[in-house]
């Protein structure tokens, strides 16, 4: 594994970049733009979206946004719900014995909206493409091991590997890179690095009109391979104030509002209670958790860690902040995710277990005093949060006033969130949040994080006695061909992180959806990132 491991820890960083969410300012003009080809159809869907959708490159990363790439670019394999891959451009897929080659059958009869044909010669040239460029794709483990590919004939591809890396099938399913561009829309290079000269996929949509910062139109495929979505276009308006946004909803401008953060719990609520539109939440697509750094000689001791997680009201915070949208989290990784489904031990809200552990641990608490202390020094952390997210704040300062309750003096920090990163992965912390990457990122990535320096995840396991076999573990997860050999490897990897309290789970993050009752029917999808506008069933 150690050619692969050199780089694979480049994944944390851009799988964590794509989810950062930056604040844009309000327009008006946005709110209130309506695309007229739109205006008049029984069958049109309009939502908002906070930034612009970029080029529509599917070989490179921002500006382009993930939930338009992913309805003109199809992948080879789709992951679906619980983390089954199903096929999707590729009819069926062989893997050999030793792990290192995947054979895949391509799908017959499929074309890109150009007319040119799917076939192994364009995915071949998809893949040479961003080979070219494998320095920017290298956080995506299966690039880092892909040692050739060939064309065997016009419907059979393959991948060869230069050693076995189970979650290639999984890096295939992401929404970038690996998803291909027509002929017509390579530059004259071939080099898509530098931009290409216009979308053309083999998705169900179609970019039909687009202006930048306002609006996006896509119409749907008519020659789309596979089933067509009910609705016949989707306009996107570029709204990136949220409660512009819930305005707009209100007066019937948008159809819908849907995603991470895309509204606050109070609109959410609010429109919710009000009865006059649909909602609905997500199954969990991350979990919100405590970091503890074990570096720090205080928190070095697993009963310090224990009675941190005693020692606070979970239920009750997550519920009073959250507004219920979010629940409380009794396992590090929900089991939505495939090889999740553990039994562990949830470690429950008991003040007096709390102080159990801290007096077990040494901190005394002196006569007249309102925090613990062991030999002479008080038992005093710094928690840092995202100065910018009202959810970590608010939670920072319930776990201030929980935490004196059992003797811990906990100093809060905001920071920006670019401080907090660079300080969580140079270890200059105590207690920190962090999140899991979602479908179809976990639980590879999350295991990889714990084991791979550079990040601070792993740096803040490192003094836990088991460490060097821990990383072994995930090192043979990754690597593994046997289904059982991994089941048990990620149940054994996954209990102990839960037993050691490195990594304290508080609630399931969940995307949210509003929508106006013209449309039936919405699902979300199981890949994270992932559009959802395939599935929407809307009133005639």
Same mark, same amino acid.
């Not at 495939?338 to 429950?348: L, N």
């Given at each position: ?6 780089? &694979? ?7 964590? *970049? ?36 970029? +080029? ?18 199809? #992948? ?32 017959? @009869? ?13 995915? &071949? ?7 070219? @460029?494998?320095? *920017?794709?290298?956080? =995506?483990?299966?690039?880092? %091991? ?27 399913? %992401? ?17 898509? *690095? &530098?931009?290409?000269?216009?979308? %053309? ?60 953060? +895309? ?28 970091? =503890?750094?074990?570096? @720090? ?15 606070? @009201? ?13 629940? &409380? ?8 995710? #495939? ?125 836990? #006695? ?9 090192? +043979? ?35 949210? %959806? ?27």
């Amino acid at each position: 594994m150690q050619k692969y491991k050199t780089k &694979k820890g480049l994944l944390i960083a851009f799988v964590a *970049s794509i989810f950062l969410v930056t604040a844009g300012c309000s327009n008006d003009d946005a709110a209130s733009q309506s695309n007229e080809s739109t205006e008049g159809s029984s069958t049109s869907i309009t939502m908002s979206w906070p930034r612009d959708i970029g +080029a529509m490159n599917p070989h490179v990363y921002n500006p382009s946004q993930l939930l338009t790439q992913s309805m003109i670019y199809e #992948p080879l394999v789709s992951y679906e719900e619980g983390g089954e891959l199903k096929p999707h451009l590729a009819e069926s897929w062989t893997i050999s014995e030793d792990g290192l080659e995947y054979t895949f059958k391509l799908r017959e @009869n499929v074309k890109f909206t150009d007319g040119s044909p799917f076939d192994a010669s364009i995915v &071949k040239k998809n893949f040479d493409t961003i080979m070219e @460029n494998k320095s *920017s794709h290298s956080w =995506l483990g299966v690039i880092n %091991v892909l040692e050739k590919t060939e064309v065997i004939d016009d419907l059979t591809f393959k991948m060869v590997l230069s050693e076995p890396y189970y979650p290639a099938l999984q890096d295939l399913a %992401v929404v970038r890179p690996v998803r291909f561009l027509g002929e017509s829309g390579f530059p004259e290079d071939g080099d898509t *690095s &530098k931009g290409i000269t216009k979308p %053309v996929g083999t998705g169900p949509w179609i970019l039909e009109d687009y202006k930048k910062d306002e609006y996006a139109t896509f119409t749907r495929n008519p020659d789309y391979w596979g089933d067509a979505p009910e609705a016949e276009k989707v306009t996107i308006k570029i709204i990136p104030d949220a409660e512009t946004r819930v305005l707009a909803f209100e007066k019937g401008e948008l159809d819908l509002i849907y995603g991470e953060g +895309a509204i606050s719990m109070d609109s959410f609520n609010h429109l919710k209670e009000s009865g006059e539109y649909k909602t609905d939440l997500s199954e969990p697509v991350g979990t919100r958790s405590l970091l =503890l750094n074990t570096t @720090n000689e205080k928190l070095a001791d697993l009963n310090v860690r224990l009675a941190l997680q005693h020692g606070f @009201n979970k239920e009750a915070m997550v519920e009073g902040i959250t507004l219920g949208i979010e629940e &409380k989290a009794d396992k590090i990784l929900s089991t939505n995710f #495939p090889y999740t489904d553990v039994e562990v031990d949830a470690i429950e809200y008991d003040v007096e277990k709390a102080a159990s552990y801290l007096d077990e641990a040494g901190w005394k608490m002196p006569s007249g005093k309102s925090i613990r202390e062991k030999d002479g020094q008080p038992l005093e952390l710094e928690l840092m949060y995202d100065k910018t997210d009202p959810i970590q704040k608010a939670m920072a300062e319930t776990l201030q006033a929980e935490w004196s309750a059992i003797g811990v003096k906990l100093n809060i920090t905001g920071v920006e969130l670019t401080v907090q990163i660079e300080r969580r992965k140079a270890g200059d912390f105590d207690v920190d949040f962090w999140y899991n990457y979602g479908a179809p990122y976990d639980p590879h990535s999350f295991i990889n994080v714990v084991a791979e320096e550079g990040w601070g995840v792993s740096e803040a396991h490192s003094k836990l #006695p088991m460490k060097e076999e821990l990383n072994k573990q995930v090192d +043979a997860a990754l690597a593994s061909t046997d289904e059982t050999e991994r089941q048990e490897l990620y149940g054994t990897i996954l209990k102990t992180l839960q037993e050691q309290s490195v990594i304290v789970p508080v609630s399931y993050m969940k995307k949210t %959806v509003v929508y106006q009752n013209g449309i039936e029917e919405f699902v979300f999808p199981a890949n994270r990132d992932e559009h959802p506008f395939n599935e929407i069933n809307v009133s005639q």
